[in-house]
C-alpha cells in the first residue's frame, strides 16, 4: 500500500479523521512527513500533535533540525518527555542539548536515567565538527569466541537499544578494536561458525578528534556505512553512521558554495531580512574597498581617458573577462581541493594546465576584441592594445585563480573563504592597470 | 591492528614483500588503498595485480571508477574475467559495460551467465541518470509468513550473493511491494517471531523513471540505507544503496558549482587542457557577447565621459558592486532550489526578502560611496548621483538574482545554469546605464 498525497491532504487526514481512522493509518505515514506538516501548518502543531501516539513522537522529534527539538519537546509532559528521551540516540539527544543555554540543556539532562546522563555529558566534550560530536555510543561489541548463534541470542537481548547495528564491532578484553563484521555476514553463516573466521581484522576507525570533512571523505572512499571511533589505544568510544554524514557532505557543499559567492555559511534561503544582510554586508563593504582600489587605478589614468574616451567602454570589457576566467580556475581549484582531487603530486601539472588554458584564452578571446575593436575604432593600433591587455589580464587571472586557493589552503584557511574576492580584486586592478597602461604608452597612435 | 602508512610504502610492501608475507598481511590491506597504488604508481600496475588472490583483485575491479575498469578486467584471463565478473554487482557490471563501445561491451557480457547477462541488459535499458539506472538485482525477498527462523536459514542460502541485504523486501504472490523489515529487526527478535508482525507496511519506493537527484533527495530526507525501484504495478525491479547515493550527492553539487562559474559539470581539476579549453572557452565567449551588449551602454554616454572623465573611474564600481549582490542573492536562491527548501509556499516571502536585501544594502553601500565620492570630487551632486545609481542597481540586482534561476526552474533549464550569466548582464547594463544616465541627467551640476 503506498500513499501519494499532498502536504494538505495530510494534514486534514491528521486533524479530521477519527481516531480509528488514525490508528489504522498510522503505521502508513511515515514520521518526516508529519514533521513537514508540522512545518507548514505551525498553527495545527499542537492539534496534531495530540493525536499522534507516543513512539511516533519521539520519532518526529529525532527527525526534527536541532534547533527546533526542544521547542517540539516542550509540548509534552514530563513523563512524555522521559519516554521520548529514553527513545532518542546519545548523538540526537547530544546535538539537541549543544544548543540550548545552562538552564534549559540541565532541564533536559534532568530528565534522563543517569547511565544516558553520563553518555551525552561525555559526549559534550567532543567539538561538534569533528568524529567524537558526531558519534553514538550505541553500537555492540563482540568477542571473537562467539559462534553466530550466540551472537544472534545476544543480538535478540541487545540489538533493539543499539539502532546501528549494520556492523559490529570485535574487541578484546581492553575494549581495544580487533575486528569488524556485518550482519550481513553473520545472517549468511551457518549458526556454528565463529566470529573469529568472519570478522574482518582489517577494521578501518577514526580518531575522536577527526575533522567531520575528513571523516565525510573515509566514509566516501570506503562506502561506509558505519566507522567506529577510537580513542588514543585505539579502544572504541563510539560509532559514526553514513545518515550523519550525508548531512555533512550537504553541509560542507554547501558551505563551499556559499563562500564562493560570499555569502555566510548559515544563510538559509527563506532565512529572515535581518540574517541575509548580517550575511551579505560585510562581504559587499569588503568588495566595496576592493572596488575603489581598481577604480583608482582608472583614475591614474584618467589623463588618457580624457582623450581617448572610447577606452571607458572598453575597460570593463577587460577587467570583467578576466574576472570570469579567474573565477572559472578559482572555482575547479577550490572543488578539486574539497575532493581531494588535487594533491601535491598533481599540483605542479594543474598549475602549467590552469596557466595554459589562461594563454590560450587570452589568445582567443584577445584575437576577437582585438578585431571587433580595432575595426570599431577603424584603428589597428588600439585593436592591438585592447587584445594584448586581455591576453595578459586572462594569463594573470587563471595565476590567481590557482594561486589564491593553494595558498589559503596552506595557510589553514578555508580555500572557499575569499578566494573570489582576492582573485576578482587581482584581475579588475591589473585589466585596468594592463589596459590603460598600454594605451599611455601608445596613446600618439589612438589620438 | 592498524596499519598507518603511505602509498610509497604500500607500494613498495606489494612489490616486495615474500609470499608469506603478503598472504599473511593482505587481509589487513583494504581493496580501496591498493587501487589507489596501482593509480599513483601506473608502472607497477601489472606486478602488483599478479601478485594478488583473485577475491581481492574482484574488490578493486569494483571499487574502480567506471571508465578504468575495463582497463583493469584486461589485466587478467579470459577465466580471471570470469570469476572476478561472477563476484561483481549487476549495477557495478551495468556501469562498468554502459561506458564500453559495441565491440567490447559483447566481449565482457559473452563472459557471463546467461542469468546475469539478461539482467545486466535489462538494467542497460534504463537511462543511467534514473532510479532504474542506478539500481542492483540483488535484492532479497521475503513472504510475510515467514518466521525469523525461517528468514535466518533461508539468508544461510541466499545472503552470499546479495550484497545488499540491510533492508529485506516482503512481497505477496505477484511480487508486489507489501513491506520491508531491516535486518536488525530481524536479528534483534525471538526465532519465532513472525515477519509480519515485524514487518513495516510503510515502504517507500521509487518508479524506475525517477530522476537521480529526486532519489537523493528521498534517501537525504528519510536518511535511508536503501530504496526498492518499482514498475507501474508497484513490482519491485531492484534496489538503490546509500553508496551510490553519495556518489550522486557529490556530482551533482560538483555540477551546480561548476555551472555557476560557468564551467561544464564534467571538467576535472587534473584533466587536460583541451578539455579544460573545450569546457570554458564557450562560456568566455558568451561572457564577451554580454561584456560588449554592457560595453555599448557605456559607449552611447561617451559624451558625458568626455565631460566629467572621473565618471570612467566610478562606473566600475556601481557595475561590479550591483555584480556581487546579485550574484549573492542567485547563488541562495539556487542552492535553496537544489536542496528543496524554496518552494511554491515561501516563494512570495523569499522574493521579498531579497529585494529588501538588495534596497537595504543599496542603502548602506550607497550612502558610503556617495560621500567617499562627493568629497573627492568636493560635489554632492556627484556623490548624490554615484549613490543613487549605486541604489537601483543593487535593487535590481537581487531582484534579478532571484527571477534568473526562478524562471530558469520553470521551463525546465538547471537553475545553476547560465544564471550567473544573465544576472551579471543586468547588473552591467544597468548599472552603467543608472550612473552614466543619471549623470547625464545631472550634467550641468557635475562639470
Redesign the interface.
Known sequence: ??LEISKEELRNFLLHATDEQLAEMI????P?DILEVIH?YKADEDQIMKRLPSEILAEIVD?EEDEEKYGLLSHFSDTEQRVILEEMSSDEITDLVSVLDEAESEEVLSKMNVEDRQEVRALLSYDPETAGGLMATEFICLSDQMSVMQT?LY??KE??D??M??YLYVVDQNKVL?GVVS??E?????FETLIRDIA??????VPAPTDQEEVARI?????F?MMPVVDEQ?RILGVIT??D???I??EE??E???R????NEE???????IE??KS??P???I??LT??L???V??VF?GT??KV?????????I???GG??G??S????V??IA?G??TG??AR??FF??F??GV??GV??GL??AL?CGLMQRNPIFGLVVGLAMLLNMAFATIAGYAVPVILKKINVDPALASSVFV?TVT?VLG?FFFLGLATLFLPFLM
Chains 1, 2 share one sequence.
Open positions: 500500500m503506498k503505521e502508513f505515514i511515515h518526516v507548514e527527525e544472534l543480538l535478540q540489538a533493539q543499539a539502532e547495528a549494520y580487533t550482519l550481513r553473520i545472517v549468511a553463516h551457518s574482518n581484522p582489517n577494521v578501518i576507525s566514509f566516501s572512499k570506503y562506502n556505512l585505539d553514513v545518515d554524514v550525508m548531512d557532505i550537504e557543499n554547501t563551499d558554495i556559499h564562493l559567492a560570499q555569502i544563510e538559509k534561503v527563506d532565512g529572515s531580512l541575509s544582510l551579505r554586508l562581504w559587499l563593504f568588495n566595496l572596488a575603489f581598481a577604480s583608482s582608472v583614475a584618467s581617458i580624457e574616451v572610447a577606452l571607458a567602454a572598453v575597460n570593463p570589457i577587467a570583467g573577462m570570469n576566467a573565477t572559472q578559482l572555482t575547479i581549484v572543488r578539486g575532493l582531487e588535487l603530486e598533481n601539472r594543474v594546465k590552469e595554459g588554458v590560450l584564452s582567443s578571446i576577437v576584441v571587433i576578482t579588475d585596468f
